[in-house]
């Protein structure tokens, strides 16, 4: 199977580094740590949507586009981003954010306006109509928009991920690694459906569990099996059935999108004091809480190997402080 990749431009620092985390691996008793560490893909604090963004906005370029309009939560990494991609290629970036206007601004929302992007609140609209919305107005205003959705997780986007793989299984072979697991945060999918293409491409046999953040197993698994699939076909690779292979685990939703508990509070605080690892306490953090709850309950053995990989996310902290430490 050889993928027919599409143009990309290259503003990820590849490839990113493989680490192994001895102390906490130790601490825990557990099974070999790896971690894949694409929070330094650095675009403005990197982060998984870099991959994704060299494929979008080499789509975009290529159609003439010269604004890119996406959405996500106050603080999303994908709007932060998506906002310095578009910086580095002289492109206008307006970004539709979740409900009413936040007044402080920290984090992720201070980097947006840092990077030139214009902010609009969804309000009491959906975010596809609010991102409708800013398009309209700036055809009307002469401009050309490249639409991206929640998360960059469309077949473009998701192309980033199965570059990944090619990339992963390339670092592996050259260092001699085999793992046996690997486990991240999942949430608008293009990962896991890059993930999990990509690991049919290039022979990995480990497996790939994508901890929810968000959303039901059952939805979220059946999202990245579509995407997946879609992903598949555009890459001239026909009609892949790739359903079985998509593991998603939604035991540590707890209270609910970005709300920060006791597993995440533990996990970035581990990490941190372990590895000198930063976390972020949306995504990366409930899913390392919940690789180290799957190590305690005997999930693997001391022989087996699993891959964190580390998908950015850091830059919202500041906004999460007082989630985190005792202030
Ligand atoms: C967006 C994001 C994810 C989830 O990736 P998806 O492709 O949307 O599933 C995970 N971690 C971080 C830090 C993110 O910003």
């Not at 059946?222 to 598949?232: E, G, M, Q």
Request: with cysteine; charged share 15%; net charge negative.
């Amino acid at each position: 199977m050889t993928p027919k990749y599409p143009d990309r431009v290259a503003i990820a620092h590849l490839p990113t580094p493989l680490e192994e985390m001895t102390r906490l691996s130790k601490h825990l008793s557990g099974p070999r740590l790896l971690i894949k560490r694409d929070d330094q893909t650095g675009l403005a604090t990197g982060g998984n949507k870099t991959r994704k963004l060299e494929f979008l906005v080499a789509d975009a370029l290529a159609q003439g586009c010269d604004y890119l309009i996406t959405t996500g939560a106050p603080q999303s990494n994908h709007c932060r981003q998506t906002a310095a991609a578009a910086a580095r290629f002289g492109l206008g970036c307006s970004l539709v954010l979740n409900g009413a206007e936040q007044t402080a601004v920290t984090g992720n929302l201070l980097l947006d306006q840092l990077l030139g992007a214009h902010l609009y609140w969804a309000g009491t609209r959906t975010r596809q109509e609010a991102m409708l919305d800013v398009a309209a107005e700036l055809r009307t205003m002469g401009h050309k928009p490249y639409i991206i959705p929640l998360g960059g997780s469309n077949v473009m986007g998701a192309t980033g991920y199965v570059k990944a793989m090619e990339e992963l299984t390339n670092q592996l072979q050259a260092e001699r690694l085999n793992v046996d697991f690997i486990v991240f945060a999942s949430s608008s999918g293009g990962t896991q459906a890059g993930l999990v293409l990509g690991a049919a491409i290039y022979d990995f046999h480990g497996q790939i569990i994508g901890v929810s953040v968000d959303h039901p197993a059952s939805d979220l698994q059946t999202s990245v099996a579509a995407l997946a699939t879609a992903t598949a076909t555009h890459l001239g690779l026909g009609t892949l059935s790739l359903a079985a292979r998509i593991d998603v685990n939604d035991d540590y939703l707890g209270e609910g999108y970005a709300i920060v508990g006791e597993t995440e509070r533990e996990a970035i605080q581990m990490v941190a004091q372990l590895e000198g690892i930063l976390l972020d306490p949306v995504y990366t953090g409930r899913a390392m809480g919940g690789l180290i709850d799957l190590i305690r309950w005997g999930a693997f053995t001391r022989g087996q190997t699993v891959l964190f990989w580390h998908t950015g996310g850091a830059a919202a902290l500041p906004a999460f402080a007082d989630k985190l430490v005792n202030i």
